[in-house]
């Protein structure tokens, strides 16, 4: 997943939406490590589930990466406290966002990962993972989606 990741994180541009969709473990977070690292963003990038968002500043000269957890927000209301739409010279990235995605812009690119039963007793994390990626406006046509390396819709 963190692989995958950084060949997004690579070929994101500022303004870009990321929505990912996927069950507890399915390797979110690790995606948007991935992506951090292919942005070149500052720091460590971890999950935001109890601060919502976090804002993980570019090391360079690119744009910031805007990462939000959405699974505790119950409304548009919360999503707009947030001010994820004056971030228009960044990235977001949304855990549990398909229900907001909308609110955010009008063009998305989906992730959706599944992740098989199968794993060891010590790391039930370490099945395997199957990512599908659909996009939402002209930005996502199907050559970008081919330049992450996976098969897209």
């Known amino acids: 997943m963190h692989e995958l990741g950084a060949r997004i994180g690579s070929c994101l541009v500022a303004g870009d939406v990321v929505v990912l969709s996927g069950p507890l473990g399915a390797g979110k977070t690790k995606l948007v490590q991935g992506i951090g690292e292919g942005m070149n963003v500052a720091g460590q990038v971890t999950s935001p589930t109890f601060v919502v968002a976090?804002?993980?500043?570019?090391?360079?000269?690119?744009p910031d990466l805007v990462h939000v957890d959405a699974y505790r927000i119950s409304g548009l209301d919360d999503l707009e406290t947030l001010g994820i739409d004056d971030q228009k010279n960044a990235i977001v990235v949304m855990e549990w966002g398909a229900p907001f995605a909308d609110a955010v812009g009008p063009e998305q690119l989906h992730i959706d990962i599944?992740?098989?039963?199968?794993?060891?007793?010590e790391a039930p994390e370490s099945g395997e993972r199957f990512v599908t990626m659909s996009g939402v406006g002209v930005r996502w046509t199907h050559d970008v989606l081919a330049q992450f390396g996976v098969g897209a819709p």
Not at 54 to 62: E, T
Not at 114 to 121: F, P, Q, V
Request: net charge negative.
């Open 54 to 62: 976090r804002i993980h500043r570019n090391s360079a000269d690119g």
């Open 114 to 121: 599944e992740r098989s039963d199968e794993g060891t007793a």
